[in-house]
T-cell receptor, first 113, second 116 residues
Framework: AQSVTQPDIHITVSEGASLELRCNYS??????LFWYVQSPGQGLQLLLK??????LVQGIKGFEAEFKRSQSSFNLRKPSVHWSDAAEYFC???????????FGRGTQLTVWP | EAGVTQFPSHSVIEKGQTVTLRCDPI?????LYWYRRVMGKEIKFLLH????????ESGMPNNRFLAERTGGTYSTLKVQPAELEDSGVYFC??????????????FGSGTRLTVV
């Protein structure tokens, strides 16, 4: 069955600290992986995506993610968090046929000044 | 290019009433999707249109939900009659035709539906 697990419901970090949000997936074919962010009152914004090739992908706002096939993981990282990064982050997996996406439950990020 | 537009942004209705949500995809995007997030849960797929045809409607919860995409442009999602458990945020997304370089999905800002 296709699924995405984000084990951390809520993470709190201090501004300037590094961040890693975990994502594990289960998918029966070659996965297309995504991270989206939703700020309060906003829609889902694409941070980055992985289709193939280099397993370390760079996204917007200084985020990066690493695809590890052996661990079925696609963790999101940022070396130094800014207060404006406080938001909810969603990991998603889909396939090459542009069908449905499967989302995790989301991780709420709080940033302390 | 303009993004995916959804309206209304918020809707509060009473149980038993009817509500219609609208999504305008990015121009030229043949694929249109509806998703829903119930509070505290994951974002769940509802259905997928390719142009005006329903490609996959396996996520539709029951027959109180009716989605249409006349002419392959905008889409509507009608809930009739609404129940309390229908409350949540309804997202729409669109994407280009497969084979034209896959740019991924663009999501709208969502419609927050509250059924009281």
């Amino acid at each position: 069955a296709q699924s995405v697990t984000q084990p951390d419901i809520h993470i709190t970090v201090s501004e300037g600290a590094s961040l890693e949000l975990r994502c594990n997936y289960s998918y029966g074919a070659t996965p297309y992986l995504f991270w989206y962010v939703q700020s309060p009152g906003q829609g889902l914004q694409l941070l980055l995506k992985y289709f193939s090739g280099d397993t370390l992908v760079q996204g917007i706002k200084g985020f990066e993610a690493e695809f590890k096939r052996s661990q079925s993981s696609f963790n999101l990282r940022k070396p130094s968090v800014h207060w404006s990064d406080a938001a909810e982050y969603f990991c998603a997996v889909g396939g090459s046929t542009l069908g449905r996406l499967y989302f995790g439950r989301g991780t709420q990020l709080t940033v302390w000044p | 290019e303009a993004g995916v537009t959804q309206f209304p942004s918020h809707s509060v209705i009473e149980k038993g009433q009817t509500v219609t949500l609208r999504c305008d995809p990015i121009s030229g995007h043949d694929n249109l999707y509806w998703y829903r997030r119930v509070m505290g849960k994951e974002i769940k797929f509802l259905l997928h249109f390719v142009k005006e045809s329903k490609q996959d409607e396996s996520g539709m919860p029951n027959n109180r939900f009716l989605a249409e995409r006349t002419g392959g442009t905008y889409s509507t999602l009608k809930v009739q009659p609404a129940e309390l458990e229908d409350s949540g945020v309804y997202f729409c997304a669109s994407s280009r035709e497969f084979g034209q370089a896959f740019y991924g999905y663009t999501f709208g800002s969502g419609t927050r539906l509250t059924v009281v």
